[in-house]
């Protein structure tokens, strides 16, 4: 079953604006993690948050994490066009297994 | 570092053929291995998780005697689709954890059975 529940679906904005991505899911987490997928290649791992952070950058990434909303978000500043891709949330859940329980995605398209 | 590859990256087989898929980290020494399937514009489906020298895990509703694991070493789990028909044509992703939280994925393998 899938945990995550990404908003929008689908976000296309213009080369140089900022892109807001959210994730909501459903039950207590370990970490919460997102991902980006290029077309019909595998997944790149982008940044890692764990459930006792509220925020994280990587470069121009900014993710939150609002625990007890049970939501994140995922900012990528200043987008390229290289960034369009499909994005993904995933989450750890507390027990004892590392599964990755992944959102539908988001799809980003970035117009040059 | 930390990079896991997948074998072959796309495959044609005829309804009724067995395919095996390999999953291997180059770098690094996986115990736990991750296998999933994606369809066209849809998310990853966690299928199993794959323990090296033992029984894979399965979720549920993925049949064990179709799809088998195996976990034959710490650099290298194995997907085989046996009987494929073209319900199973699709996108299979393998994942491994290296020493951290981070699980690193492969390039995928794009399955179609014709």
């Known amino acids: 079953s899938q945990q995550g529940e990404e908003d929008p679906q689908a976000l296309s904005i213009q080369e140089g604006e900022n892109a807001t991505m959210n994730c909501s899911y459903k039950t207590s987490i370990n970490n919460l993690q997102w991902y980006r997928q290029n077309s019909g290649r595998g997944l790149v791992h982008l940044i890692l948050i764990r459930s006792n952070e509220r925020e994280k950058h990587s470069g121009r990434l900014r993710v939150t994490l609002d625990t007890s909303k049970k939501s994140s978000s995922l900012l990528i500043t200043a987008s390229r066009a290289a960034d369009t891709a499909s994005y993904f949330c995933?989450?750890?859940?507390?027990?004892?297994?590392?599964?990755?329980?992944f959102g539908k995605g988001i799809t980003l398209s970035v117009r040059p | 570092g930390a990079v896991v590859s997948q074998h072959p990256s796309w495959v044609i087989c005829k309804s009724g053929t067995s395919v095996k898929i390999e999953c291997r980290s180059l770098d690094f020494q996986a115990t736990t291995m991750f296998w999933y399937r994606q369809f066209p514009k849809q998310s990853l489906m966690l299928m199993a998780t794959s323990n090296e020298g033992s029984k894979a895990t399965y979720e549920q509703g993925v049949e064990k005697d179709k799809f088998l694991i195996n976990h034959a070493s710490l650099t290298l789990s194995t997907l085989t689709v046996t009987s494929a028909h073209p319900e199973d044509s699709s996108f299979y992703i393998c994942?491994?954890?290296?020493?951290?939280?981070?699980?690193?994925f492969g390039p995928g393998t794009r399955l179609t059975v014709l």
């Open positions: 995933a989450t750890v859940g507390t027990g004892a297994n590392s599964k990755l329980t």
């Open positions: 994942s491994a954890y290296s020493d951290t939280d981070t699980q690193y």
